[in-house]
Each structure stands twice: as C-alpha cells, then as structure tokens.
C-alpha cells in the first residue's frame, strides 16, 4: 500500500469507526416527526440557471424500536409542468437509520442485512455514499456524502423542519464547493 493509499483510507476508517457501535437508545425526538407529508417544491439547478416543480411524498416511521425509517417520492415535473410527459422524473428512497451509540439524536444509516445477508456500512471510496441524520427541536437533517471517481466529493443535505401544518423542506446538493441545486418546499401532514 502507498502512503496516498492509507491517506485515503484513514477518514474511511474514522467514519466506519464513528458510525459503527450503534445502540438502543430511542430517541422521543424523532417520534414527533412520524407521520405522511405532501406537497411540492420548486428546485433552482445552479449550473444550468433552470428551476423545476417537484411533488413531494415524505414518510417517517419507526424502524427497530429505537430507529426510524425515511421514505420520500420526488417527482419531478416536465418542463411545461405537467405530471405527465416523457421528460417527468420519479424517484422513491427508503432508508432505515438506527441511533449512534454516545451521541443524542444522532442517527445512521442501517446497514443493509438479514438473516442471508452480509451487513456492511457503505465504502466512500468505492462510489458508496455515507448517510447520516441528526435531530434538532423539530428540525431533521439528513446527509449525503460521496466520493466521486476523481475524488470530488458530493454533499446532500435535507433539511425537513416541522410547522403547525406539517414540515418545510431544504435541500441542498454540493460538488465539492459548487452549489448544484437548491430547492424547498412546503408539505402538510396528512396522517
């Protein structure tokens, strides 16, 4: 191994070792945010100076007694707003986060695994993004964050705030230090 190869593997390491010892200590500050939310939100992309309506669909619930589980649908519509079209986008997310062991409201992605399955946290410099989540009050932020293949580096960051009506939403992506896209939005809870 070359020494820029264990420069490069020493913040894996620390990651790996921060988020691995996870513990059973449920959180009643993430219980206020289960429930379903919808709504919409209009989405800037920086670099090519276009805005987008995007319908939103989010669900917290709980996940392993002292976990929550974070399902979102983002659609994003066509350029002459429709919902339906050539050029509409859907994604659908489901993450699981468990608590980590000796930091209050502090949450990480669950290792994927079962009874035939192989559990193992995401490997950065293998393309694998790492997710975590923290809560503040009634504020949920979830983040994103991946090596690219020249080492540039992805950030995501979810900002969900809860409101008397339901929860506002911020998201931010990151290229390194360029801002790449900007959105919010506005959803009511409708369970």
């Known amino acids: 191994m070359n020494s820029g190869s264990s420069l490069r593997a020493a913040p894996v390491a620390s990651v790996v070792v921060l988020f691995s010892g996870v513990s059973a200590h449920a959180s009643d500050a993430v219980e206020k945010f289960f429930g379903s939310y919808v709504g919409s939100g209009t989405a800037e992309r920086v670099d090519r100076k276009e805005s987008e309506i995007r319908d939103l669909d989010v669900t917290v619930e709980s996940y392993k007694d002292d976990g929550f589980k974070l399902k979102w649908i983002t659609v ?46 995401p490997n950065p410099l293998l393309g694998e993004a790492i997710r975590w989540a923290s809560i503040d009050g009634n504020v949920m932020k979830v983040y994103s964050l991946a090596i690219g293949e020249t080492g540039t580096s992805e950030l995501q960051v979810y900002r969900r705030t809860l409101t008397e009506k339901g929860m506002d939403i911020v998201f931010i992506r990151l290229q390194d230090d360029d801002v790449k896209v900007r959105m919010q939005g506005t959803l009511v809870r409708t369970q």
């Open 76 to 121: 994003v519509r066509g350029a002459d707003g429709a919902r339906t079209g050539e050029d509409v986008k859907r994604r659908e997310v489901e993450e699981n986060f468990v608590p980590v062991e000796d930091k209050e409201n502090v949450f990480v992605l669950s290792a994927d695994g079962g009874l035939f399955q192989k559990s193992e946290l």
